[in-house]
C-alpha cells in the first residue's frame, strides 16, 4: 500500500514539473521589417499675404548700373542691376588665349609632326626592305666566293644601320600617338575648358535679374559701390500672392533647400493638402527662439485665408535599410536605447543607434530582413512564443 502511495506521489510532481516546463507563456511582440523611409520634418506654418524677398550679391564687384529704384513694378526675368565686367571678361579673354594656343600645339602635333614621322618611317622601312635585298644578293655571293669579306661585311653594316633607323623612327612614332607629350596637352585642354566654362557661368552673375515679379519697395545700393558676396541689393514684395511663413527648429537647418517641395494641409485635416515649395530660407537662426525662419509658396487659389494656421510636411532624406521602432518599444538606461530583440526564444536586450522621427525611433544598422520585438524588458530569458 505505501509503495503504491509513494509511486503515486511521484507521478503527481512529474505530471506538475511537466506541465511547469512546458507551459507556454503568451506575450506581445511585435514584427518590424527592414525598409526605406523618407524623412518628414511635420511643423505648422502661418498664412501671410505679402511676400518679400531679399536679393543678395552673388559676386564681389563694383556696380556699374542700375537699372531699377524704390517704387518700380517688375516683372520676371527683368534686368535689375549689372556689375562692372572688365575684371570677368579679361579672364575669359586669357582662357580663350590659352585654350587656343593649347589646341594648336596639338593640331601641329597630330598634322605636322605626326605627318613628319610617319613620312620619315615610311622613308627608312623602304631603305631596310631594299638593304635588306642588297644584303641576300650578297650573302648569295659572299658564299659561292665571287665577293670578299669586305664587300659582304660592308652590306651587313649598311643593313644593320637602315633597321635601326627604322626602329628608332617607329618607337619615335609610337610615342607621338600614346607619349606624354600629348596626354598632357589632352589634359590641360580639359582643365582649360572647363575653367573658361566655369568663367563664363560665373559673368551671368555679373548681371541682375528678378527671379519673380512684384514691386521693390527697398534699394540697398548705389552706382559705383563696391560689394561683397550676400550683400543686400534689393527688397522685393510680390502684395497678390499669398505664402507659408514657417518656423523651424534649427536642428533642421542641413535638411532643407531651396525649391524643396511642401505639402500643406488646412490645420484639422489630414487628407486634403496642395503642393508648394521652399522660396525662402534665411542666413541666421534667431537666438532668441533657435529657429530658423523659412517660407513656402502658395498659390492664390485656394481657401487658405491670411493669418490661417496650416500644417507643413517637408519630405526631408530618404534612409535606406532601417526599421521603425515606435516610442513605446524603446528603453533608455544611463541615456543609451534599448530594444527587447526576440531571438531564437530569447530576449536580447540590444543597445540601437539612429535617429528620432515623429513616430518613433529608425534604426539605422542591419538586423536581418526582419525582427521581433517585445515591450516588456523583465521578460524571462527563456521563453516559448506563439
Same mark, same amino acid.
Given at each position: 500500500?505505501? /509503495? #503504491? &502511495? !509513494? $509511486?503515486?506521489?511521484?507521478?503527481? #510532481? $512529474?505530471?506538475? &514539473?511537466?506541465? #511547469?516546463?512546458? !507551459? !507556454? @507563456? /503568451?506575450? @506581445?511582440k511585435l514584427k518590424i521589417s527592414q525598409k526605406e523611409y523618407i524623412e518628414k520634418i511635420i511643423t505648422t506654418g502661418t498664412v501671410e499675404v505679402e511676400k518679400k524677398y531679399i536679393v543678395f550679391s552673388e559676386i564681389d564687384g563694383k556696380i556699374e548700373k542700375i537699372y531699377k529704384k524704390d517704387g518700380d513694378i517688375i516683372n520676371k526675368s527683368e534686368n535689375l542691376l549689372e556689375f562692372d565686367k572688365i575684371f570677368i571678361e579679361n579672364k575669359i579673354e586669357i582662357e580663350k588665349f590659352n585654350l587656343k594656343n593649347l589646341k594648336t600645339k596639338l593640331k601641329n602635333l597630330d598634322k605636322n609632326i605626326l605627318k613628319e614621322t610617319i613620312n620619315e618611317v615610311t622613308i627608312n622601312l623602304k631603305n631596310y626592305q631594299m638593304a635588306l635585298d642588297e644584303y641576300i644578293k650578297f650573302k648569295k655571293l659572299y658564299e659561292k666566293k665571287y665577293i670578299s669579306q669586305l664587300e659582304y661585311n660592308q652590306k651587313k653594316e649598311q643593313l644593320n644601320k637602315t633597321e635601326s633607323l627604322l626602329k628608332k623612327s617607329q618607337i619615335y612614332l609610337k610615342n607621338i600617338k600614346n607619349g606624354e607629350e600629348r596626354k598632357l596637352l589632352l589634359n590641360n585642354i580639359y582643365i582649360g575648358e572647363k575653367k573658361l566654362q566655369y568663367h563664363l557661368e560665373e559673368k551671368k552673375k555679373y548681371l541682375v535679374k528678378s527671379n519673380f515679379g512684384g514691386i521693390i519697395i527697398e534699394k540697398y545700393v548705389n552706382s559705383g559701390e563696391i560689394l561683397k558676396k550676400y550683400d543686400k541689393i534689393f527688397k522685393i514684395i510680390s502684395p497678390k500672392d499669398k505664402y507659408i511663413s514657417i518656423k523651424l527648429d534649427e536642428k533642421y537647418k542641413e535638411k532643407i533647400k531651396m525649391g524643396q517641395k511642401i505639402k500643406i494641409f488646412p490645420l484639422e485635416n489630414t487628407v486634403d493638402f496642395i503642393w508648394g515649395e521652399i522660396i525662402y530660407i534665411? /542666413?541666421?537662426? %534667431? @537666438?532668441? %527662439? +533657435?529657429? &530658423? @525662419?523659412? /517660407?513656402? +509658396?502658395l498659390s492664390s487659389n485656394n481657401n487658405f485665408l491670411y493669418k490661417n494656421t496650416v500644417n507643413i510636411v517637408i519630405e526631408s532624406e530618404k534612409i535606406k535599410n532601417s526599421y521603425l521602432v515606435p516610442e513605446e518599444y524603446i528603453y533608455i538606461k544611463n541615456n543609451k536605447k534599448y530594444i527587447c530583440l526576440l531571438k531564437n526564444n530569447k530576449k536580447i536586450l540590444k543597445e540601437i543607434k539612429g535617429r528620432v522621427v515623429l513616430n518613433g525611433f529608425l534604426i539605422e544598422e542591419n538586423l536581418g530582413k526582419e525582427i521581433f520585438i517585445v515591450k516588456d524588458e523583465n521578460i524571462k530569458e527563456d521563453i516559448n512564443i506563439f
Open positions: 500500500m505505501r /509503495k #503504491l &502511495l !509513494k $509511486v503515486f506521489i511521484v507521478f503527481i #510532481l $512529474v505530471i506538475i &514539473l511537466g506541465i #511547469l516546463y512546458f !507551459k !507556454k @507563456e /503568451k506575450i @506581445e534665411a /542666413k541666421n537662426i %534667431d @537666438e532668441k %527662439d +533657435s529657429t &530658423l @525662419e523659412i /517660407k513656402g +509658396s
